[in-house]
């Protein structure tokens, strides 16, 4: 039980490179010194005494040892040094019959021939010279503490039972000091435990070696009695050899996806499962990324299965070159991929990797002399923040996923908010409930104003949750919960209520202020929403021509059919409608042609940096040219500057809204505002809502421009 709490402590969770080299050094210095001194004290002039029978068994064990070490079955240990070496028999059958020395120098050379054919480096040749020397020395000690010292001169020949005691016990010592070198190495160089790493594949270790060692004895008997058929040894070296290439095979096969070659879903699972236990123990996340490529159905419907493949098959390397090695990248079927990363810092981390992978997908893939354009949806999700195990953490991604998915960002970390199903959406719903019973939804007003004159232009409406703990909720965090829970109907009436009430209490001050009203969607969908509206404005007395509606592109493309008929509706009512977001989603030019939009409201993204990027000026000046031949009015959101307000001015933009003028504002500060501008005679009308440099605090804490 200690072992392994003290090996758990010892858990790293990164390479540990210094720690690999000096390990490296140590072992190698140990191993080299051991050989230098078995050398020294090893007598010579025994090989002068070597029978012709012995010399042939020796010549005969070099030959095969070198086959075995040219020829290594790899381990599932990826980045095992050796994999398993099938000369392992021939070097212990040596130590048992001719004692240590012989077989040190029988390992070393053929370690040396074969680290030369396969152009190893020396610091690992070196390694593996002292990894083996270390190896059979651990199995000599055994030995001569049982008594058994065999030499050149006096071999040894195993013969009863109690000599087969010898023989494992020596067999257990080699192996396990092999195992645990090897396995030490792996671990700092994946700075993982050493004992995780020694156990990973302790049971295909255990069932090779022990046909391996278990051969051994007969042939040292062989070796003595019969030399010239040592050789014969090979034959069922070579079928351990086949049998566990293809068991080695077969459980890559079973764990990897044929036509990528990348992990497949069951080793994903077995990979996350160790992960998830892992962050849950450390509290350092792991992640996991869900990656679909968009529209490769119509790759492989167009351009044919063959070249579906390969697409897949390039998607596939262009992903693994973008990850660290230690992250596990699968295809999951289909044009779904994962990428598990077992440490990550944070989310943060995590995302920074998936816009990699994003990027890398970025550039056309060539196939056959085409060239093709893939894109990427990628969900992520975390252990512990997400999910408390590997099946959440699965469908969390998923989630993601879809959302990515839906609003064509590319990557998208896992939101509780917006999924369907977590408790946080459903208590997010019920407190909504609650808010809108009871009173804690309010409504802020931000002015916007004619270019032209400086004349205030009217106030967008803008909805605020003053939740009791939260505080002040920004929309963005409880309208796409609303949208999709069948409260947008509930909350979108209580904005317009509050909207028409002040609208009305303005008009009664004297003042006519057009307001825009957000809607989404859902409020398009509903039938008796047009009716219900203009019953309102009619009961507050109002015209229909002063509110306008304010609709987003995604409005449209979500049930175009049902949300044109409403807007014709709404437009025959006499509210105008007006284009929000305007340049962030899919609407077609013909859309704007149709539809009885009067106004269309650039979105911010484009205006911020219309007086630095000509790029966006470009747009800015095509989309007002565009909107005024359609006789639109155009409106600049997010104005933050001077310097974009005389460049939106410049351009042509009829109205602007944003920070430079004004911040949404409670109703009093809002009317205080208006008031200053719209009721003071001494105001000029050219200079009225024009911003000036002192800045008033509002009640909510915005900052108010003030005249
Ligand atoms: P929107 O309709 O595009 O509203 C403009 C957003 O830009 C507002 O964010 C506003 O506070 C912010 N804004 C204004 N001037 C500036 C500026 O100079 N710089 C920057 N960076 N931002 C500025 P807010 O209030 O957080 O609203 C976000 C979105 O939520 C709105 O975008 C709108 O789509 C939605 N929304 C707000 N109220 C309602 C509502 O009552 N119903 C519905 N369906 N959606 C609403
Ligand atoms: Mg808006
Ligand atoms: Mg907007």
Redesign the pocket.
Known sequence: MSGTSAARNDVQHAPRPLLLACYLSGVTTLGLGLLATALLRFERGSLLTMSGGATLALVTCFALVVLGELRPVISSRSIDPMGVALSTTFVFSVLLHFGVVPAMVLHTLATLLSGAVGRHTPRRILFNVAQYVLTNGAGWLVMVALGFVPTLAQPWTPTSLHDLAVVAAAAAACFVTNDVLVATAVALFAGESPLRALLADLRFQLTVSSAQYGLAPLVAVLMQDAPSLVVLAVVPMLAIHRSVAASVESHRQATHDDLTGLANRKLLVTRSRVAVAEALRTGEPCALLLLDLDRFKEVNDVLGHPVGDEVLRQVAARISTAVDPDAVVARLGGDEFAVLLPRVRDAAQACELAHRVVTVLDDALEIDGQLIDVEASIGLALVPEHAAGYELLFSRADVAMYQAKADRTGVQVYDATRDESSAARLGLISELRVALEQGQIE??F?PKAHLADGSVAGV?????WRHPVRGLV???DF?PV??HSGL?HR??DV??EM?LLQMAAWQRAGMTVPM?????F??LLDPDFTGRLTRRLDDFGLDPGLLTL?I?ERVLTADMDRARARLVALHAAGVRLSL??FGTGWSSLRLLRELPVAEI?I??SF??RVAVVEADAVVVRAVTQLAHGLGMQVVA????TALTWSAIADIGCDVA?????A??MPGPAATAWLSERMLTPATSTSTAAAPRQRARVADDGAVALHL
Do not use: F, Y
């Not at 959101?637 to 933050?640: D, K, L, R």
């Open positions: 409504v802020h931000q967008e409406a803008l909805v605020r920004p929309p963005d309208i609303a949208e947008m909350l979108t904005v317009i909207s825009a009203v957000n809607v989404s859902r409020d304010e987003t929000d977001d409201k979105d911010r205006v911020a959101e997010g104005v933050e809204q944003g920070w430079h003028l911040r949404p």
